[in-house]
């Protein structure tokens, strides 16, 4: 598959995922905040997004076992939980994650998700530059 149908069609399922949880339950698809409110409410509040999460990763898994997946240099799974555990915090500090604000806060015009998304971008601009990425 050519590097851009397939980068569309991510985009695409992205965008039809979020746009299914905001029609069907009238919530946003935040990943953080999914997870954060998982972990502390009970009932169907975090029945509907404990569902999300593992379809997510299923999802993700089951995909991985069907298509083709490039193969990561050994260093990268170590990388790859440090670079998670930034994330994490910087959700928290910036009330929001990739998600919540580039797919469904630009989506629906937030000034507040652009600010987000421009400092995401900065952020991983100058981590590449300073890294090299992950080679």
Do not use: D, K, N
């Amino acid at each position: 598959m050519h590097p851009y149908l397939s980068a569309a069609l991510g985009g695409m399922l992205i965008g039809l995922a979020s746009w299914l949880l905001l029609a069907g339950l009238g919530r946003v698809a935040g990943i953080s905040g999914i997870t954060c409110s998982a972990l502390r409410e009970h009932g169907w509040h975090a029945y509907w997004r404990l569902a999300f999460l593992l379809g997510l990763i299923l999802g993700g898994a089951l995909f991985a076992q069907w298509l083709p997946s490039p193969e990561l240099p050994a260093r990268a799974p170590l990388l790859i939980v440090a670079a998670g555990l930034l994330v994490g915090f910087g959700s928290v500090r910036g009330s929001g994650c990739t998600s919540g604000h580039g797919v469904c806060g630009l989506g629906r015009r937030s000034l507040r998700s652009l600010v987000a998304v421009l400092t995401f971008m900065a952020s991983a601009f100058v981590t590449v530059f300073l890294t090299g990425g992950l080679q």
